[in-house]
C-alpha cells in the first residue's frame, strides 16, 4: 500500500524531497501528556509496552497531536536482552536495571538466540496494531540498540556515567566481548527483519553508548558490527545512530546503510564532511535549545536547516526530547522545518 506521506523515506533513499521530513527521537513519551495518561493506565512502562493495542496508541499519538512526518514504534532496546534471558526493570526516576549481569563465559552462553522472535511477540502485535491505526499516513520507524550498546547494559547491569565495567571486558577478555557481541548481533537481525515483515517501512540502530569508544575501540567492537546488521537487514532503508562517535564519522560513511543520525555535538558542516556525499543525515538539534524562547527556537531551527541543506537530510534533535519540554515548544521545532522554504537564488 502507498504511504499518503513518504518524505521520509525518499529522503533516507537519497531521493529529491520537496520539503524536509522531521520526526523526533522520544516523540512517543513523557513530553505529552496523552502519553503519560495511557502510561498511567498501563500501569507502568513495561506494561505499556508489552500491551500491543497501548503501545499503537502511544506510537500513533504523535502523528496526530504534532504532526510528524514518520512514527515510531513504542518500545525499548532492552528488550533484546530480555528475550535473550537477561529480565529488566524499568524504575521510575532510577532507570533500567537487570538482576542478573554478564560477566563470565558461562554467562554468555546460557544466553540464548533461540526463542528471541516468540520472546517478542508483542512487539509485532504491536505494529500490526500501529500499522492498522496509521492507515498509510506516514512510515513506521522500527529500531534496536546497536550491540556495543546492548552490551554495555548486559555486562553493567544499569546505566552508567563510564561504563567502565563494560569497557573492562574489552581489555581484559576481548574475544569473550566478541562472542557476546556477535551472539547480540545474530538476535538484532533476526528482530529487524521481523519487525520489517511486519510492516516497519525504515529501520534505525540506536547506538547511545558509541561516545565512550574511541576510534580503535569502536573500529574493533561496534563497527565490524554494525556493518553485518546493515548487511542482513536490507529490504528497507536503515539509519545508524551512533551518539558521540565523530571520531568514527568517517568510516560509518562507509557502512551498508543509508542514513547516519548526528547527535549535537557534531556540526552539520563535519559530518558532511566526513560521512561523504551518497549518505542521508539525520539531526541534530541541541535538545535544550526547545528551552529556549519560541524566536530563539526558531532562528536555531533554520541556521540548522541551512546548514545542512534541502536534499539528503531529515530533521530530528540531536538524542531523545527531554520530558520536561512544553510540547508547544516541540512543535514549533516541528512546524518551522515542515514551513522551511530555502532560497533558491
Ligand atoms: O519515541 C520514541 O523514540 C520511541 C520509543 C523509545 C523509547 N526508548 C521509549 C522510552 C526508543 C526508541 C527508546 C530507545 C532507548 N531506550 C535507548 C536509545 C535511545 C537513547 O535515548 O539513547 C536507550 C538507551 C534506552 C534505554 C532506556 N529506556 C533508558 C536509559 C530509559 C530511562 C531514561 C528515562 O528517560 O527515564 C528508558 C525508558 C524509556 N524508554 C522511556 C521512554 C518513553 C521513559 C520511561 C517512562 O515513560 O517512564
Not at 228 to 251: D, H, Q, R, W, Y
Request: aromatic share 10%; hydrophobic share 40%.
Amino acid at each position: 500500500m502507498k504511504l499518503e506521506n513518504d518524505l521520509l523515506l525518499r529522503a533516507a533513499r537519497g531521493e529529491h524531497t520537496e520539503r524536509i521530513p522531521v520526526w523526533v527521537m522520544r516523540q512517543a513519551g513523557r513530553v505529552l501528556a496523552e502519553y503519560r495518561a495511557t502510561r498511567a493506565q498501563a500501569g507502568s512502562f513495561k506494561n505499556l509496552l508489552m500491551n500491543p493495542e497501548l503501545a499503537a496508541e502511544v506510537t500513533i499519538q504523535p502523528v496526530d497531536i504534532l504532526g510528524v512526518d514518520a512514527a515510531i514504534l513504542f518500545s525499548d532496546i532492552l528488550v533484546i536482552p530480555e528475550a535473550m534471558g537477561l529480565p529488566y526493570r524499568m524504575d521510575e526516576g532510577k532507570g533500567p536495571s537487570f538482576e542478573q549481569t554478564i560477566q563470565t563465559e558461562k554467562d554468555v552462553e546460557n544466553l540464548s538466540t533461540d526463542h528471541v522472535l516468540d520472546n517478542l511477540k508483542y512487539v509485532f502485535d504491536a505494529i500490526a496494531h500501529t500499522k492498522r491505526g496509521l492507515n498509510n499516513r506516514v512510515p513506521l520507524i522500527g529500531f534496536a540498540g546497536a550491540p556495543w550498546t546492548i552490551f554495555c547494559y548486559m555486562v553493567e547491569g544499569r546505566g552508567s556515567k563510564t561504563f567502565s565495567l563494560s569497557r573492562a571486558m574489552l581489555s581484559k577478555n576481548p574475544e569473550l566481548a566478541h562472542r557476546l557481541l556477535q551472539k547480540i548481533t545474530d538476535a538484532t537481525i533476526a528482530y529487524l527483519n521481523e519487525q520489517i515483515s511486519q510492516g516497519c517501512n525504515l529501520v534505525q540502530l540506536f547506538d547511545s553508548w558509541a561516545g565512550i569508544l574511541n576510534k580503535d575501540t569502536y573500529s574493533m567492537f561496534a563497527l565490524p558490527y554494525l556493518e553485518e546488521i546493515c548487511k542482513s537487514v536490507n529490504t528497507v532503508p536503515l539509519t545508524v545512530f551512533a551518539k558521540g562517535a565523530f571520531f568514527s564519522l568517517e568510516e560509518m560513511g562507509k557502512l551498508p546503510c543509508r542514513t547516519l543520525g548526528i547527535d549535537w555535538h557534531t556540526s552539520p558542516e563535519f559530518a558532511r564532511k566526513m560521512a561523504g556525499s551518497d549518505k542521508t543525515l539525520q539531526g541534530n538539534l541541541d535538545p535544550a535549545v526547545l528551552y529556549g524562547s519560541e524566536d530563539f527556537i526558531i532562528y536555531e531551527t533554520k541556521h540548522m536547516l541551512d546548514q545542512f541543506g534541502p536534499q539528503k537530510y531529515i530533521a530530528n534533535l540531536g538524542h531523545g526530547v527531554y520530558p520536561d519540554i512544553d510540547h508547544e515548544k516541540l512543535k514549533l521545532f516541528i512546524q518551522t522545518v515542515q514551513a522551511y522554504q530555502f532560497n533558491r537564488s
